[in-house]
């Protein structure tokens, strides 16, 4: 019963290699797709520009390090980060 699971896996996984590889070949083969670039400074004027909450220019205060389970700035200070 194992040897036939493990072939059913094995069959399962080799099938689903093949479909993402074709779908990828496709995918990059297509002649419509374009570069898309994201131009960040025209959204600059946005209602929810929030880069004044940032301090220009990124690393003026040195490296972050990890002591022990924080992450603190140079001046030993604990930096704290939030994302969603």
């Not at 194992?2 to 896996?9: G, K, L, Q, V």
């Not at 099938?15 to 002649?31: C, D, K, N, T």
């Not at 390090?65 to 603190?72: F, V, Y």
Request: glycine share 6%; hydrophobic share 50%.
């Amino acid at each position: 019963m194992i040897e036939s699971f493990n072939a059913w896996r094995f069959s399962f996984y080799a099938a689903l290699a093949v479909m993402i590889s074709l779908a990828l070949a496709h995918a990059h083969a297509e002649e419509g797709m374009k570069l898309f670039v994201m131009n960040h400074r025209e959204g600059a004027d946005s209602l929810i520009n929030l880069s004044f909450l940032l301090d220009p220019p990124a690393g003026k205060q040195g490296f972050i390090r990890i002591q022990g389970q924080h992450h603190r700035r140079p001046n030993n200070s604990q930096w704290h980060i939030f994302s969603a």
